[in-house]
């Protein structure tokens, strides 16, 4: 019998390139997955300006609220004492605007935080998210001008009960 006739095999790829797609691209791609972001917020700048930061700060009291929470048969309320952190520059402006649109954002809060139940507002990324949306909303109503006067909200009391 006749041998049948040997094909010669494709030649193979080197390991070198093989290796090189399998471990090269992979890190070129999660360098860049890292990079991107880091590129794209070097330029942003936040919403109070270095200039704001170095400025002197007051503490103006805002008050205390009491509101229930939404919590069906439960009956479950929060108290809060509320401070807002402001420039001594505007410390006079910001204290005839709170005479004035205190009120009004009393009203808001009170409204605000009645939607809320208690697992919207537990724990520190609770606490943190209620008072970025009282800082945005103070920031609405007492710049009338468009830029942020009030640099932060800070709880003097926060509880639940």
């Known amino acids: 019998m006749a041998d049948p ?6 030649p193979k790829q080197s390991s070198l390139l093989s290796m090189v797609l399998y471990l090269f691209v992979p890190l070129l791609a999660a360098g860049a997955g ?16 270095e200039e704001e930061l170095s400025q002197e700060t007051v503490v103006i009291s805002f008050g205390e609220v009491v509101a229930n929470l939404s919590e069906g048969r439960m009956n479950r309320y929060l108290r809060l004492r509320i401070s807002l952190l402001v420039s001594k520059d505007h410390q006079k402006e ?4 709170l005479l004035v ?6 009203n808001w809060l009170l409204s605000h935080v009645s939607d809320k ?10 606490q943190n998210m209620l008072r970025r949306e009282i800082l945005d909303r103070v920031n609405h109503t007492l710049s009338k001008d468009g830029r942020d006067r009030v640099f932060d909200v800070l709880f003097e009391e926060f509880n639940v009960q």
């Not at 890292?34 to 300006?49: D, I, N, Q, R, Y």
């Not at 139940?117 to 609770?126: C, F, H, L, N, P």
Request: overall charge negative; hydrophobic content about 30%; proline content about 10%.
């Open 5 to 10: 006739q040997q094909t010669p095999e494709p």
């Open 117 to 126: 139940a208690v697992e919207d507002i537990r724990g520190k990324s609770g």
């Open 101 to 106: 649109d205190g009120p009004l954002l009393k």
């Open 94 to 97: 910001l204290e005839e605007q």
């Open 34 to 49: 890292a990079a991107v972001p880091m590129l794209l917020t070097k330029g942003e700048s936040t919403s109070v300006s």
